[in-house]
């Protein structure tokens, strides 16, 4: 087997497995996690560059104000969407989470249409018609838009756009983003030591040891990720990135029991025709792409 599957499929069923390690530390705030979050991330990634002694990049970027502006951006798109998924998470809105990420392939297509001029296809253009019908039957049948979902999708779609262009590789990159929100982490954690309404540090040893955790599982999967993308090609990289939300799905379902009703399964089921036909769609033009003689073009 090709290690990259290995590689990526771990990334993508570690997001997927997410929600039951964020419930184990629901008493505590989603403010406050994603606090954490940031600083035991911020600690295992400067562990890790120490290692390697993988330095010499953050000098070049100080230095370079426009890629620092792009970086503070990605940073602030990625806390977003951390924030946003965890209060779902944490109030019963896991379904809708999931439903964000499912939707994700398809946003990226609208913003390589609208901001990198990129032009899709007939059947990207349907599988779009057909994932807007989607929301709109969902917001017809709960009196509002499905914002959850259209939260992370928006934000984890520009969020990799901001990626895609980016000048560093994932470590650095990932690192960098840390650096920079971690002023802000830090003075959240400060206040709600100075109010005395801090989870951190608890009395009890466990409750710590989840909350420092955050770092290694918040880091490890988006490595795992990177070492995956560089050896597939995008087209399996793509189908495999559906592990996350179908697990999301499943343990809200069956393990947090949040309600899905038939109403609710016509506008997800809508969505999941449009990425079934996406996925199709990019799957036939990988195996004509594959199929060509080397130097062979199309059309």
């Known amino acids: 087997m090709n290690p990259g599957v290995v590689y990526a499929a771990l990334a993508f069923i570690w997001w997927g497995l997410f929600p039951l390690y964020f419930r184990i530390v629901s008493a505590v705030p989603p403010t406050e996690i994603l606090a954490h979050r940031i600083v035991w991330s911020l600690v295992f990634l400067l562990g890790l560059l120490a290692f390697r002694r993988q330095w010499a990049w953050?000098?070049?970027?100080?230095?370079?104000?426009?890629?620092?502006?792009?970086?503070?951006?990605s940073a602030l798109l990625l806390a977003g969407n951390w924030l946003t998924y965890l209060w779902a998470v944490n109030n019963g809105h896991l379904i809708d989470a999931s439903l964000?990420?499912?939707i994700n392939p398809l946003v990226n297509v609208l913003l390589g249409y609208t901001v990198?001029?990129?032009?899709p296809r007939r059947a990207q253009w349907l599988a779009l018609s057909l994932a807007g019908l989607g929301v709109v039957w969902l917001t017809i049948a709960a009196g509002k838009p499905p914002w959850i979902a259209l939260v992370l999708a928006s934000t984890f779609g520009a969020y990799g756009l901001l990626r895609k262009v980016a000048v560093l590789g994932p470590l650095e990159g990932l690192a960098l983003e840390t650096i920079l929100l971690s002023p802000l982490a830090v003075l959240a954690l400060a206040v709600l030591?100075?109010?005395?309404?801090?989870?951190f540090p608890?009395?009890?040893?466990?409750?710590?040891?989840?909350l420092m955790g955050f770092g290694p599982i918040t880091a490890a999967p988006l490595l795992l990720f990177a070492a995956g993308a560089r050896r597939l090609p995008l087209m399996t990289l793509g189908l495999l990135q559906y592990l996350g939300p179908t697990l999301q799905f499943a343990i809200g379902i069956w393990i947090f029991r949040e309600p899905f009703?038939?109403?609710?399964?016509?506008?997800?089921?809508l969505i999941w025709l449009a990425l079934l036909l996406y996925s199709f769609d990019g799957w036939q033009r990988a195996r004509v792409g594959s199929s060509k003689p080397a130097g062979a073009t199309t059309s």
Do not use: C, M
Request: glycine share 12%; charged share 10%.
């Open 261 to 269: 009703t038939a109403t609710r399964g016509i506008g997800f089921g």
């Open 116 to 119: 990198l001029h990129e032009r």
């Open 193 to 199: 030591a100075w109010q005395g309404s801090a989870s």
């Open 202 to 210: 608890a009395d009890s040893a466990v409750t710590n040891l989840w």
């Open 58 to 73: 953050l000098g070049q970027v100080l230095r370079q104000p426009k890629v620092l502006a792009a970086f503070t951006a």
């Open 100 to 102: 964000g990420y499912f």
